[in-house]
């Protein structure tokens, strides 16, 4: 038997808990396209597993399950710290390794290294058959093969239960592969010649399926909905079955090819969002990237769908060749003039493998970071501050925030313990049937083994929680086992009435983290200095005097007053980072503060609160699609299994 495991790695997220997207539905076409197949065991490592841990735990889980085979989708979010991961599993002989994904390209350098034993190059089905059936096939060392026979005619493969829909209350329905646009900037359109459609019985199959269990959200991953022949008759089925609404579907959709009708059956089968690239409203920069848009059609099109009260997200790239600051401000400003600011994402051009950008990135005067995201730095019409004044300036006019700081939650309590940090043990949560540290209490000096042990299971990302009278030396020390176990993996220091102002800089240097990580180039317009983007830095201190809010720093006032704040005293607190909310209150009592303030007061103050189911409770309350529940299930205690496992 061949015992086979698919991988797919999230995006690098800094708050534990939060949805990541990270559907590994590539991995269940495959799955589903060598389900007969004898002599084969496929196993997909669960979402709510993969998607929550740190590097070390993530290898042993990999490990344990003794695959002879191991298949990666790689994404620019995620291809080095697979690479890492292949790296440690590889190092005692180990798997054959396969990579597939959108990083599959034959200008990318990264994959090609000697831990990789096959590169699949666009769709997967067809050349992921060939290798479990045709052992002669891995010395070929990459293929390319069509998969659209396959792809047509196959059901969704969440019919077979591979798929983890509750973990984020979502479903991906795959309708259509290839693109018949061609845009500069895009790799999809080369990662299959012509188009393919699945096959309507089975998309409605697929739709039925998730309303009759209220799956809540619908993603047709579509790159633009209105190629799709006989699109009409499809919605019209797509409503019938969810005339009640059980559902809310999303898609991406050229906005120029919505017309009156479109626009009703849209809103009839239950559309809530649709994804639409607007890019730029530069004429020069629409014509070099090859994407040829009618202004007036596109507004109308997207304000048809507003006024059946579907939001319009709109997308703007900055940095794109024959575009400059000032065009890009008329862009914004043609959003905004047109009332289409309800959502809008705005992304710096990111320079991909395999792209005619990237293929012409020289004669376009296109200089990028050679490290995923491959973000461009500037251009002929871009300087690096323009970058910064171009998210200023929409960040202004559309009343919008595109970089906001991590969610705060530096809660420690859990269940019926008492006492503050310096007295809490270690929280947990469990995933797939196992306990990890989310938050690991260094409030004494533990012995540096045991430091060392609990750095192989920690999840992604974690924090230190410091109390006070812990620091200097130990601290480096600590920092520095947990960070070389786990180097692509962000963290949070948070560190308790500290004695002296930490000294981040000495922290960094001692952290071993992947430099530059995915974050640094991710979030280079949050914070100018690259190197510390992935590890963020909390002081909680009842001296509201104090100040720590330089990059990658907040400061949060530690309320440990006899009653709950009232809204003039968070008012007060405006010139700090947040309020850690630690009272003597009941359990009841902080719940119907919770429920009185709610939403309203999250979106203006970053609140947290001691006990951390609590402190669940308001991450739900105030964020209530952002988060998995199930996996904030806190465990303060060791349980048996693991203890009887050495697993702690
Ligand atoms: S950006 Fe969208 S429309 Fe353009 S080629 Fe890519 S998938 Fe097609």
Known sequence: MTRVLLVQLPIPRQNFGRKTGNVPLGAACLKQAVRNLSGVAVEILPESVVSYLADAALVEAIRDRRPDVVGFTVFSWNIERTLHVCEKIKAAGGPRI???????????????????????HGEGEAVFRRLLSEPGFWANGSAAESAADIFRSAPSPYLSGWLEPEAQRLMLLETQRGCPYRCGFCYYNKSRAGLVFAEEEHLLRAVAWAVERRIGEVYLLDPSLNTRPNLKRLLAGIGRLNAEKRIRLFSEIRAEAIDETLADLLAAAGFTWFEIGLQSTNPKALKIMNRPTRLDRFVLGAQRLKQRGITPSIDLIIGLPGDDLAGFKRSV??????????DVQIFPLAVLPGTDFRKRSRELGLRFDPHPPYTVIENRGFSHEDFLRAYDYAETRLDLVFFPLP???VSWRAGDAEGGPEKASDLRVRLGGRQFVAKLMLNRERSLEEIRRLARRLTQP???????????AYLKNALKIVTTENPFTPLEVVL????EPPRTRELLSA?????????DGDLRFLFATPGNRAVLFTLVSTDRAARFQGEMERQVFWWQKPAL??????AEFEDLDGILIDVPASVQEIIAWQDRFGRDVAEKHHISFADAHLQRRWLLLASPDEYVENVMSWEARISDDAESEGQL
């Open 496 to 499: 308790f009435e500290p004695s």
């Open 565 to 570: 704040p009232e809204l003039r005293d968070l």
């Open 98 to 120: 396969v990579f597939g994904g959108p990083e599959i390209t034959p200008d990318n350098a990264l994959p090609r290294t000697p831990q990789v034993d096959f590169r699949v």
């Open 462 to 472: 974690y924090q230190l929680l410091i109390g006070p009278g812990v620091g200097g």
């Open 511 to 519: 952290a071993h983290l992947q430099r530059p990580h995915f974050l």
């Open 333 to 342: 400003d043609f959003v905004a003039d047109h009332g289409l600011q309800d």
């Open 407 to 409: 969610d705060l939650d």
